[in-house]
């Protein structure tokens, strides 16, 4: 048995470790420079968005003009975050270095005429795209490929979010549902810590949501049970959530590709339909991130932390954004996912008598939880968005949310480690 | 792929959840119960080990006569917590039910009389033993063994230290090293919640810890990285202190149970180095928990979260614990090595030029995440102590920890899932 302080000790190599680091540290900085930038973009796109509400009425146009781009010079990288979870399993071809141009722009032409999406898929996808091109300067084996993808998806997620370490744990959950494995987590979470620091050194913030409400310690005994049995009701609502978001994303997407085989039209109709919806629902409220507005009067994802009740503007904007993105916008899944957990929890809370904000704090991770499979990574986005006072009913939240929404989630390259009962 | 919404519905079972309500349930309550009654009984040995200081006198012949117990009605249950993580590996023979009342009674004759031991190995085994009970009465299949042994390993450890969400974290995570599979994520999170309510509710109180330290918001960027950094250094010492006390207790365990091959004259033997140990020292801080003394004068591990430095602490309670446990005393680990962790951070803190208080904390979990190989359950744990605010810190050193203590913990039978590099 002492042999092992012998292999602790033999192991131990300088020059591996500053091998790693010389890869690392730059792929991060520049992960996080990118995100940066592409945080910066997005706020003066939905500025400007805001400024000229006309712009909507070029979300055809804008779609159809990134989805020839795509047709012309972007197939090889078209399969996005699928295509990086893909090459983390079985290093093979490597992600195109263009995956990070075409992904960039192509959202934040979506964010400018109102499309209703994300941005962790631009993230990840920069990411990741960095993180192959380095490998291969590099000359990395597998072994090498896998652990720097990670790292720099580690690094997009950390970075874009703020939450540098539900970045790190991310990268290694999202590989396979039920299962977590530590053999890449601290290169992740070096990436991850570094790329967010880079992106918050280049003048990037992220916006502060607060819950008011805490159970008074008196009665936290009394209290603490039956909230977390509404936790866990809650948890099936935000599971189904995420499940309902997956597949009608991927029901939506795979009937639009039959119909429509023609990549560019795709976009063009998808924002025909867009505008559509914003005249049927008479609302502007769920285009583009929901992050910020000009003015109150806008719902966005702060409105569901204070006290009025907003009973439906979950299934709007799970609405909004399954035409979007299954038209072939581009932009991530995760805001969207956000938006729609905040707004289900806000509404809950009224439904079942608990404060709102803080069932929004669970929603806004828990729906996220189930859709991505990453129930993990999202309790401690909990804990780094929204501060430990509530870790126990949003681990519960999330958990629970994990187990009911199916095997399917929004990465359909996600492989099955440890199948739900 | 709408297949999956059928699956789901089809698999929600109201009646197998129920008759896993009516397994799980009893069984966390009893586990509860059971851990309020130990706690209760530690606190009345250890005010009498203070009222009555000759009671250490007695340390060789308490030790004596639980060996003798052992030796005559327990050889079948001397494994201990490795006999537990072995039946969840293979359900087989079962974990006998007088693996309890066993180690209930050792593990207070320890405290009793002054032996350097922790109670979280009680914990866990009383979980254990209850929980094989309970599925031999329920007759379950070999699955749902696994599942039950989780629960009550999970209740006890969640109950022992008030960590609910650590409990069932760790119930996952000590099964191998580098993997944690979510299979029985959310009836482990129920029996720690059930059983944490239940010991709390019967009166059990723990003892609170409180990090004054806190970074200036304005400076937070320019002096993250720096901490950081002494965090991953401080994780280094953290593993490295979990390897040592790991390796000591297996080598001088080993070599004891050579030389002393009669199994109740060990603790004999023990019982007389402990009292040597005190004399040669000049002190009796050493001995017992290490979490409660009738007075200020004695170093407990609360002592390390204020402004002196201890600097050779950790080295004498490494020593004192590592004779009392590889001598066969009865009683866990987990809480001398939180005291190792606190006391070793409060060393390094004066070391680093950092808050000691801080790095106590780090310590307080990242030792224990060394020696355990179970770095998440221990991130939880900080966040479940300490709160929120210190979470990446404590995420660092508890992984660099993680990796840097080799592959064999306190826990012999955890296999190597994924091997650290």
Redesign the interface.
């Known amino acids: 048995?002492?042999a092992?302080?012998n292999?602790?000790w033999l192991?131990f190599q300088p020059a591996a470790l500053l091998r790693w680091l010389i890869v690392l540290v730059p792929l991060a900085v520049l992960v996080g420079t990118l995100c940066s930038a592409f945080l910066w973009s997005l706020e003066a796109a939905t500025e400007a968005r805001f400024a000229h509400p006309w712009l909507l009425f070029g979300l055809p146009l804008g779609g159809g003009a990134v989805g020839w781009l795509y047709y012309r010079f972007g197939t090889s990288v078209e399969a996005g975050n699928n295509l990086i979870v893909e090459q983390i399993h079985e290093p093979g071809g490597g992600v195109p270095l263009r995956m990070a141009p075409l992904v960039f722009l192509g959202t934040v032409v979506t964010h400018l005429f109102g499309g209703s999406a994300g941005r962790e898929g631009t993230a990840v996808q920069m990411g990741g795209s960095l993180a192959s091109w380095v490998a291969g300067i590099a000359r990395l084996d597998a072994a090498g490929v896998r652990i720097v993808l990670m790292a720099g998806v580690a690094a997009g997620f950390g970075a874009v979010f703020g939450t540098?370490?539900a970045g790190a744990v991310f990268a290694l959950e999202v590989l396979a549902v039920?299962?977590?494995?530590?053999?890449a987590?601290?290169p992740c979470?070096l990436a991850a810590?570094l790329g967010d620091?880079t992106c918050?050194?280049l003048g990037a913030h992220h916006t502060l949501y607060t819950v008011h409400t805490l159970l008074p310690v008196s009665e936290w005994?009394a209290l603490?049970?039956v909230l977390?049995g509404k936790a866990a009701l809650a948890g099936v609502a935000f599971g189904l959530a995420g499940?309902a978001f997956a597949?009608a994303n991927?029901?939506l997407g795979?009937w639009m590709k039959r119909v429509v085989p023609y990549g560019p039209a795709r976009p063009v109709i998808g924002g025909l339909a867009v505008i559509a919806l914003v005249y049927l629902c008479g609302t502007r409220d769920y285009l583009g991130l929901g992050v910020w507005a000009p003015d109150d009067h806008v719902v966005t994802i702060s409105s569901f932390f204070g006290d009025t009740v907003y009973p439906w503007s979950w299934a709007l904007k799970l609405l909004f954004t399954v035409v979007t993105l299954s038209c072939g916008f581009k932009g991530g899944e995760v805001t969207p996912l956000f938006f729609i957990g905040a707004a289900l929890g806000n509404a809950l809370g009224g439904v079942l008598g608990v404060p709102p904000d803080l069932f929004a704090a669970l929603g806004f991770v828990a729906v996220f939880a189930g859709a991505a499979n990453t129930?993990?990574a999202c309790t401690?986005m909990g804990?780094?968005l929204f501060?430990?006072?509530h870790?126990?009913p949003i681990?519960?939240a999330c958990?629970?949310a994990?187990?009911?929404s199916?095997?399917?989630g929004i990465y359909l390259s996600q492989r099955v480690?440890?199948p739900k009962?």
Chains 1, 2 share one sequence.
């Not at 039920?178 to 053999?183: A, F, L």
Request: charge should be negative.
């Open positions: 048995m002492p092992s302080f292999t602790l192991r540098p370490l039920g299962r977590v494995e530590y053999g987590l601290l979470l810590l620091w918050q050194m005994l603490e049970p977390l499940l597949e991927h029901v795979g129930p993990l401690i804990v780094e501060g430990g006072a870790l126990v681990a519960v958990f629970v994990y187990v009911c199916g095997h399917n480690g440890v009962t």
